[in-house]
């Protein structure tokens, strides 16, 4: 039994909550069985607020719905949420960071919003349970990618690809890159940021089944991945890429602005900030090499959810979350917000001041139309195990190539350490 402070505590909790999410289920939002008011909980910038508040005001002038958006900082999101699902107390519609097992048998089912042909909405990236249910469809997308330091390489006079057709291979673009830091004298070749999705962006380029998890939970560990991670653990040779960003987190940001690396293997989010931080040389989006999968590793900007509060609710959530991924609407919401979007066939133009990121922009899309869909494989699986309530925790796969780099293991080992973690925790 709870102590008595306990309930005390429990109870402010709820009664916290209930005031936060002010028309959830049961709340003053609804009117004999019409909804007037929805509650939508995300957590974003002010500059993306905007985009989500700018439809919440279309969605009233048409359905005299009010949408109250609730914007709450990253990391207390996930937390709210969970207290609120288990004090049934959960907002309309939510973009939420991940899937939660907590709330996800709570969710408005949006199988009939993403089958709706109009939409165009990427099938490739949708996440479905067994049965067919949809918990979440996403927000927008990000994708990883290669940028160049273009001043050195228009210093070299050495071209690099723009279009994913003509895209080159890592041998391909590694001898450029050693020719422009030659010629123009950088530093290094290249910078990788030191993650496991950028990881798995470049095994997948590889033509290897990285992490593709089997029927039976494991994941591979075959000869062709060990040798593919050896190839990358072997750039690490503080020549073509500083040991340093694996083994003891120096930052490739802030090496690729010194302006003494030739190029960064990143994602599209940097675009925006090197167009406003980036003042002393000119830079670029290239194409990803392909060797020889065009792929890249397509994640989640943000999960868009509706609860079943009730049958009413619910029905109101879903017909909010259906006018969202309207066309029209959609279009409106990535351009303002300048997100990548999930559906196809937009007249999109970003209101950039930087032609470099109006371009990396455009090039991004068209690496993620012609990325295999293993591209997406991560992204997909990630929400699967959490409607099966499965939670993977900290990824050892940075600090184990960390290991790798620094000769302490062999890519075997540090493959076969990496899929038992998972195998243990979501297998």
């Known amino acids: 039994m709870k102590s008595s402070k306990s309930m005390l505590a429990l109870a402010g909790g709820v009664a916290a909550l209930a005031l936060l999410s002010g028309c959830a289920s049961g709340g003053s939002g609804s009117n004999g069985g019409k909804v007037d008011q929805l509650t939508f909980w995300l957590s974003t910038s002010a500059a993306q607020e905007k985009g989500y508040q700018d439809l919440a ?47 996800t048998g709570k969710t408005v089912d949006l199988s009939s919003i993403v089958d709706d042909g109009a939409n165009k909405i990427d099938q490739d990236i949708i996440a479905k349970e067994k049965d067919g249910k949809i918990t979440s469809i996403p927000s927008d997308v990000t994708a990883a990618g290669l940028f160049v330091n273009k001043s050195l390489f228009d210093k070299a006079g050495v071209s690099y690809p723009t279009d994913p057709s003509k895209a080159w291979t890592w ?34 380029t590889k033509g290897t089944d990285f992490m593709q998890q089997e029927q039976d939970g494991s994941f591979p560990t075959n000869a062709k991945i060990v040798r593919a991670l050896q190839d ?19 930052d490739p940001n802030a090496l690729f602005k010194s302006g003494q690396v030739v190029a960064y293997f990143s994602g599209v989010w940097q675009s925006s900030d090197f167009a406003s931080n980036i003042t002393d040389f000119d830079w670029a989006s290239a194409a990803t090499p392909a060797d020889p999968t065009h792929a890249t590793e397509i994640n989640y900007g943000g999960n868009i959810v509706g609860f079943e509060n009730s049958d009413t609710r ?25 997100f ?44 699967r ?30 493959l076969e350490t990496i899929t038992k973690y998972y195998e243990d925790h979501v297998g």
């Open 57 to 103: 005001d279309s969605y009233e002038e048409q359905t005299g719905v009010t949408v109250k958006i609730v914007n709450l900082p990253y990391d207390g999101l996930q937390t709210k949420l969970r207290e609120s699902a288990q004090a049934n107390s959960l907002p309309d519609v939510v973009r939420a960071a991940g899937i939660d097992p907590i709330w």
């Open 171 to 204: 041998d391909e673009f590694l001898q450029k890159a050693e020719t422009v830091k030659a010629k123009a004298g950088a530093k290094y070749d290249l910078v990788f940021d030191s993650s496991p999705s950028r990881l798995r962006a470049y095994m997948f």
């Open 232 to 250: 990358f653990a072997d750039m690490n040779d503080d020549e073509t890429m500083p040991k340093s960003v694996w083994t003891s987190q120096q």
């Open 314 to 338: 619910g029905a109101a959530a879903k017909k909010f979350i259906a006018y969202m991924y309207e066309p029209k609407n959609y279009a409106k919401l990535v351009t303002t917000n300048g």
């Open 385 to 414: 195990w959490g409607v099966e309530g499965k939670e993977l925790g900290t990824d050892p796969t940075t600090a184990e190539v960390g290991k790798l780099i620094n000769g302490q293991q062999s890519a075997k080992q540090t």
């Open 340 to 383: 990548l979007p999930v559906e196809s066939g937009l007249d999109i133009t970003y209101p950039f001041e930087s032609q470099a990121a109006k371009d990396s922009f455009a090039l991004y899309q068209k690496e993620i139309e012609a990325a295999a869909p293993i591209s997406s494989s991560y992204a997909k699986e990630s929400a």
